[in-house]
């Protein structure tokens, strides 16, 4: 069995060849414009807020918005990428979010802009389980850390990209018309990617395991262990992206034009964290490490490096500030990456899209309680302290929590879908 699965890998690999490295490639951008589209809102709040005189308790509720339909997106697409594909999951997940990023243009209230966040809500949610799965298909598994370490990179170029081109498109055009470039950025991707999406030869097939019902996941330890960890940090990034302009802006003054110099900081650390974080993990199973040792070590490495952010509250300067948000979230993105290497080498590939869609429906829905949470918070308090006091701890925790539940009943099974893979 063993000799049978490494010649398929390696088949795999020459099947696959450079043209796993152009999939990810498009990976990566999809995820930029993901991002891009996600973030618009972000940046343009305080204009927004001016403009359609919005309180901090409605941009709360907005973002919520965005966060509830992300969840129920990702618990729909997850399943329904593992039955159509995630090449084709992943082309109608980028049309229906570029449309939806359009109608932005279109809203003039609160209520509106709610309705338009659903609706890219719903559709964004397809782009990870569909990545995550392409990954689990066409590379093998000492290159998989690496491979989501790039593709999920796109996440901070497009969080560098739109504080960076808002304020000039919005100087240019105005801010409906903003909403309108980003998504026909989206459908110029849909249009580029047609070709290269064909189907290609999986680097191997495990058939060994559970089915991917809903009931199998529900049961599953190893499911559980990565929709906690994604409960509790993917909402810091959350945080990261709707507040951190916030931040700035209320804490040290930053107007919108200033705000491009920071936040660029913050990500292109972000992207150093996501690219080394899934290097690191390479490289240790290129050294003889397991696939799962490498992550456990390398998702404990960015839990301590986290903490730092617990300081930000208390910064001096804007500087200080960006730093220790830029060691932050580079250390969330390395986190990141091992966290989706890992349901790829735990799962078999026609699970991963579930999995993932059911660690993300957590995540989504932890970010709608921080969300609603820390609109009220500052509304009534206007300090930043508790949530970054929270950013700080919850990676430690989830650490313990996730790698108690693979190493107790499903410790076994996890370093068994590692080696097959």
Same mark, same amino acid.
């Given at each position: 069995?063993?000799?049978?699965?490494?010649?398929?890998?390696?088949?795999?690999?020459?099947?696959?060849?450079?043209?796993?490295?152009?999939?990810?490639?498009?990976?990566?951008?999809?995820?930029?414009?993901?991002?891009?589209? *996600?973030?618009?809102?972000?940046?343009?709040?305080?204009?927004?807020?001016?403009?359609?005189?919005?309180?901090?308790?409605?941009?709360?509720?907005?973002?919520?918005?965005?966060?509830?339909?992300?969840?129920?997106?990702?618990?729909?697409?997850?399943?329904?990428?593992?039955?159509?594909?995630?090449?084709?999951?992943?082309?109608?997940?980028?049309?229906?979010?570029?449309?939806?990023?359009?109608?932005?243009?279109?809203?003039?209230?609160?209520?509106?802009?709610?309705?338009?966040?659903f609706g890219l809500g719903v559709a964004e949610a397809g782009n990870f389980p569909a990545s995550v799965k392409m990954v689990s298909e066409v590379f093998p598994a000492r290159e998989r850390?690496?491979?989501?370490?790039?593709?999920?990179?796109?996440?901070?170029?497009?969080?560098?990209?739109?504080?960076?081109? %808002?304020?000039?498109?919005v100087e240019l055009v105005g801010w409906r018309m903003t909403f309108v470039a980003s998504g026909l950025l989206g459908l110029l991707w849909v249009v580029c990617a047609l070709p290269l999406?064909?189907?290609?030869?999986?680097?191997?097939?495990?058939?060994?395991?559970?089915?991917?019902?809903?009931?199998?996941?529900?049961?599953?330890?190893?499911?559980?262990?990565?929709?906690?960890?994604?409960?509790?940090?993917?909402?810091?990034?959350?945080?990261?992206?709707?507040?951190?302009?916030?931040?700035?802006?209320? *804490?040290?003054?930053?107007?919108?034009?200033?705000?491009?110099?920071?936040?660029?900081?913050?990500?292109?650390?972000?992207?150093?964290?996501?690219?080394?974080?899934?290097?690191?993990?390479?490289? /240790?199973?290129?050294?003889?490490?397991?696939?799962? *040792?490498?992550?456990?070590?390398?998702?404990?490495?960015?839990?301590v490096l986290v903490t730092v952010v617990g300081f930000a509250a208390y910064a001096p300067s804007v500087w200080v500030a960006a730093a220790l948000l830029s060691v932050a979230a580079a250390?969330?993105?390395?986190?990141?990456?091992?966290?989706?290497? /890992?349901?790829?080498? /735990?799962?078999?590939?026609?699970?991963?899209?579930?999995?993932?869609?059911?660690?993300?429906?957590?995540?989504?829905?932890?970010?709608?309680?921080?969300?609603?949470?820390?609109?009220?918070?500052?509304?009534?308090?206007?300090?930043?302290? %508790?949530?970054?006091?929270?950013?700080?701890?919850?990676?430690?925790?989830?650490?313990?929590?996730?790698?108690?539940?693979?190493?107790?009943?499903?410790?076994?099974?996890?370093?068994?879908?590692?080696?097959?893979?």
């Open positions: 069995m063993a000799c049978r699965q490494e010649a398929q890998t390696q088949c795999g690999e020459k099947a696959g060849g450079r043209h796993r490295w152009f999939l990810c490639a498009f990976l990566f951008f999809a995820t930029t414009i993901n991002y891009i589209d *996600r973030q618009i809102l972000g940046i343009l709040a305080p204009t927004l807020q001016r403009e359609l005189g919005w309180s901090e308790a409605s941009y709360g509720l907005i973002v919520t918005a965005f966060q509830a339909a992300y969840a129920l997106g990702l618990l729909i697409f997850g399943r329904i990428i593992d039955r159509i594909g995630s090449r084709l999951g992943l082309l109608i997940a980028v049309s229906v979010w570029s449309i939806a990023s359009m109608a932005h243009g279109l809203a003039s209230s609160a209520m509106h802009f709610a309705v338009a966040r850390a690496f491979a989501v370490g790039i593709f999920n990179s796109g996440s901070n170029i497009g969080a560098i990209v739109t504080p960076l081109a %808002v304020p000039v498109l999406l064909r189907p290609a030869r999986s680097v191997t097939e495990n058939t060994t395991d559970a089915d991917s019902t809903k009931l199998a996941l529900i049961r599953d330890r190893r499911a559980w262990a990565f929709g906690i960890a994604k409960l509790m940090t993917d909402p810091i990034w959350w945080f990261y992206l709707y507040w951190a302009p916030k931040y700035f802006g209320t *804490r040290f003054g930053v107007e919108l034009s200033g705000l491009a110099a920071p936040l660029v900081c913050v990500y292109l650390m972000a992207d150093f964290g996501s690219i080394v974080g899934g290097w690191g993990s390479a490289r /240790l199973v290129a050294l003889g490490w397991s696939p799962i *040792r490498a992550r456990r070590f390398m998702m404990a490495l960015c839990a250390a969330h993105q390395g986190w990141s990456a091992n966290l989706f290497a /890992l349901c790829a080498d /735990l799962f078999p590939q026609r699970m991963v899209g579930s999995v993932v869609g059911f660690g993300g429906m957590l995540g989504a829905l932890g970010g709608m309680a921080m969300a609603t949470a820390t609109g009220l918070l500052l509304e009534y308090t206007g300090s930043y302290t %508790v949530p970054f006091l929270v950013c700080a701890g919850s990676y430690g925790v989830a650490w313990c929590v996730s790698w108690l539940l693979i190493g107790t009943g499903a410790g076994t099974r996890a370093v068994a879908g590692a080696k097959e893979s």
